[in-house]
């Protein structure tokens, strides 16, 4: 995948290095693409190669079986390709500030205006290009999935970008419109990917059905699991401010109560030992009151509710795998599952 992306992701680069020097969030997405470490910039594609592989060809599609390579239609690794190169280009997009909100040590204004515009342009392109190779693909049903899935990252971003800050309150949402959220913004391009490479294949209705409740329940899991982060680490003294719209905060909302949790948060004053230099500063900018925050939301049901959910999730997603037959493909996606579900 690296290798079908490097011609579009090193014309982006050469731009990019302009930007070295400045606090704009592109440049933590291109060492993304460089590290691809602690952003998993390349799983959703992986996954649509394995589970082609996974299932195989289809009995009524005999006549294309000479078009395949290790098990995987060349179709389908174009979709794998497609997945990754939108998946990348809302990533990019995303790394656009708001300059009214910018101070001086992030960097020049103009240089910061012109990464605004390389995000802008740089998505499209990439864009652009997975419509391109999407048409080729010359499959109306697929072409129907992924742009249903381009315009369900739409609208789940949308909502995101609907507050001022990932660290500001939702409205009072329960876990369930949560799940409908995180859907849209982080399931449902790798879901119905997963689906659109079974169709491919001309695969059943039911084939493609499991290969979606994988997608779907796996992204599902590996969102919870990196929404947990902040609460289960091992190292005490590591304070990672943590989104107060993520799962173990919704579902501690929904144990202590709407009304309960907003005294919560402003019943927390800023403790002298904590060193906090402005103590009359608002929550969601203080360090020492996201650590008591943080610290009561472990004492709570949400955490271990949080938990629970990841690994419920995970129990589908290898449900469904159990329609695959068993396959060295097959056992790489259940470990896939058995990674984001495993908490120390």
């Known amino acids: 995948l690296r290798c079908l992306l490097s011609d579009e992701l090193s014309n982006i680069a050469m731009q990019v290095r302009k930007l070295v020097g400045t606090k704009h969030p592109l440049l933590d997405t291109a060492r ?17 190669l394995l589970i082609s592989k996974a299932a195989g060809p289809s009995t009524a599609e005999l006549s294309f079986q000479h078009d395949m390579v290790s098990g995987i239609y060349s179709s389908q690794r174009s979709l794998a390709e497609i997945t990754e190169l939108i998946h990348t280009a809302f990533l990019v997009h995303r790394g656009i500030v708001n300059i009214g909100e910018l101070k001086s040590c992030d960097g020049p204004l103009k240089d910061m205006r012109f ?13 652009a290009n997975a419509c391109t190779s999407l048409a080729q693909l010359q499959n109306t049903k697929v072409v129907e999935l992924i742009s249903s899935a381009i315009g369900d990252l739409v609208q789940g971003i949308y909502y995101e970008n609907s507050k001022s800050s990932e660290n500001c309150l939702t409205d009072d ?42 997608g779907k329940h796996m992204s599902m899991s590996h969102k919870l699991h990196s929404d947990l982060q902040p609460f289960v680490k091992e190292s005490s003294s590591d304070t990672v401010a943590f989104s107060l719209n993520s799962a173990p905060a919704i579902l501690h909302q929904e144990f202590r109560g709407r009304e309960a949790w907003l005294k919560q948060i402003r019943e927390k004053p800023c403790a002298p030992r904590d060193n906090c230099a402005r103590p009359k500063r608002p929550p969601h900018r203080c360090a020492c009151v996201f650590q008591q925050l943080q ?25 469904a795998l159990e329609r695959f037959p068993p396959s060295e493909a097959r056992d790489a996606l259940a470990n896939i599952v058995y990674a984001v579900t495993r908490f120390p």
């Not at 990464?115 to 864009?127: Q, R």
């Not at 659109?196 to 695969?203: C, D, Q, Y």
């Open 32 to 48: 993304g693409f460089v590290y691809d470490s602690r952003n998993n910039l390349q799983m959703r594609g992986l996954v649509v």
């Open 115 to 127: 990464g605004n515009k390389m995000a802008v342009l740089s998505g499209d392109f990439l864009l």
């Open 173 to 214: 949402i329960g876990i369930s419109r949560w799940k409908e959220q995180v859907f849209l913004s982080h399931s449902a391009l790798l879901a119905k990917s997963c689906q659109a490479a079974m169709e491919l294949a001309k695969h059943s209705a039911e084939i493609q059905d499991m290969a979606f409740q994988y």
């Open 295 to 319: 610290e009561a939301i472990k004492a709570g049901k949400g955490v271990t509710s949080a938990i629970d959910l990841c690994r419920c999730h995970g129990n589908r997603a290898l449900a």
